[in-house]
């Protein structure tokens, strides 16, 4: 069965500080995706990335950067300068990289991030 | 276009009642799904369908049912609502086939809170 695993279940930094959110995640398939939503405190969820277990290439978008790595199951999240905006539950998912299932995720339990001033 | 919408925003029920969520797409997308969303447990998957007229079981099925007669509508029923029932209620929607650059992540509603009392 898979897991994933967010073991920071909150994170509070001051503004501009750098702060990374841990995802391990457990899987018996050998293709598969890994995904980072956010919610934000009016709940929606908004899509952030989604990475194929083929490509291990990290991936930095403005502040944000991914650091995936297949050796210890991790798709770590990184902000750097966070901003109050960035203040957010983040939600670390995976799913079998198969037609019909690959929209099946599951997810992780969140990461609630906590900005201040 | 306007996506995945859920109807209603907000619902209280009585233990014993009945009632129907709603979810529509207007995206043709084939796969369609519904998540709870509960603190500290992330989301969970109820059930999801793979086109109209195919249902089948997430990870916490038990006291709901879903039906798909048309490929836009996802309904989500409860029979007898419990306490346990209180949650978050999110209908989700993507295109089958896996993902690729060209085709898109799961499309989120902005989901229904469910109060039983």
């Known amino acids: 069965a898979q897991k994933v695993t967010q073991a920071q279940t909150e994170i509070s930094v001051v503004e501009k500080e750098d702060v990374t959110l841990d995802c391990v995640y457990e899987?018996?398939?050998?293709?598969?995706?890994l995904f980072w939503y956010k919610q934000p405190p009016s709940g929606e969820l908004v899509f952030l990335i989604r990475?194929?277990?083929?490509?291990?290439q990290n991936e930095i978008s403005g502040r944000y950067s991914w650091n995936f790595q297949k050796s210890t199951s991790s798709f770590n999240f990184t902000i750097t300068a966070s901003q109050v905006v960035d203040s957010a539950v983040y939600f670390c998912a995976l799913s079998e990289a198969t037609t019909g299932t690959a929209s099946k995720l599951t997810f992780g339990t969140g990461t609630r991030l906590q900005v201040t001033l | 276009n306007a996506g995945v919408t859920q109807t209603p925003k907000f619902q209280v029920l009585k233990t014993g009642q009945s009632m129907t969520l709603q979810c529509a797409q207007d995206?043709?997308?084939?796969?369609m799904s519904w998540y709870r969303q509960d603190p500290g447990m992330g989301l969970r998957l109820i059930h999801y369908?793979?086109?109209?007229?195919?249902?089948d079981q997430g990870e916490v099925p038990n006291g709901y049912n879903v039906s798909r007669s048309t490929t836009e509508d996802f309904p989500l029923r409860l029979l007898s609502a419990a306490p346990s029932q209180t949650s978050v209620y999110f209908c989700a929607s993507s295109y089958l086939g896996g993902f690729t650059p060209y085709n898109s992540p799961l499309h989120f509603g902005n989901g229904t809170r469910l109060t039983v009392t």
């Open positions: 995206m043709n997308h084939e796969y």
């Open positions: 990475r194929n277990s083929f490509d291990e």
């Open positions: 369908s793979v086109g109209a007229g195919i249902t």
């Open positions: 899987t018996r398939d050998t293709t598969y995706y």
